[in-house]
């Protein structure tokens, strides 16, 4: 099992940062790739970014440029720093943790998510 809690969101103007923080903990298996994804309103849940184990990174072209994801291991967290924030980046942001586990019996993968955490961008 593992446990995500998000926090930071809150209400911010356009142009303007944000840091989401997500505490990651009781894993007893390695993760192979944790990150953030969000949803807006009458939309579909959508990766906004994502880092490897190994520490590769990948981002939505949306926000490619404006958004950095980071982790710091002896701290277990996840952090999604934004700028330059614009409207159409307001909806629920999850943190994620993908598990991969191999067994004798096969391959098992395991999604696990935060509660979420609202972003606002408005003036």
């Known amino acids: 099992q593992v446990q995500l809690v998000e926090s930071g969101g809150g209400l911010v103007q356009p142009g303007g940062s944000r840091r989401l923080s997500c505490a990651v903990s009781?894993?007893?298996?390695?993760?192979?790739?944790t990150g953030w994804y969000r949803q807006a309103p009458g939309k579909q849940r959508e990766l906004v970014a994502i880092?490897?184990?190994?520490?590769?990174?990948n981002y939505a072209d949306s926000v490619k440029g404006r958004f950095t994801i980071s982790r710091d291991n002896v701290k277990d967290m996840l952090y999604l720093q934004m700028n330059s924030l614009k409207p159409q980046d307001t909806a629920v942001y999850y943190c994620?943790?993908?598990?991969?586990?191999?067994?004798?019996?096969?391959?098992?993968?395991?999604?696990?998510w935060g509660q979420g955490t609202q972003v606002t961008v408005s003036s």
């Open positions: 009781g894993s007893g298996f390695s993760i192979n790739a």
């Open positions: 880092i490897t184990s190994g520490g590769t990174t």
């Open positions: 994620n943790a993908h598990v991969v586990v191999v067994t004798t019996h096969g391959t098992y993968e395991y999604d696990y």
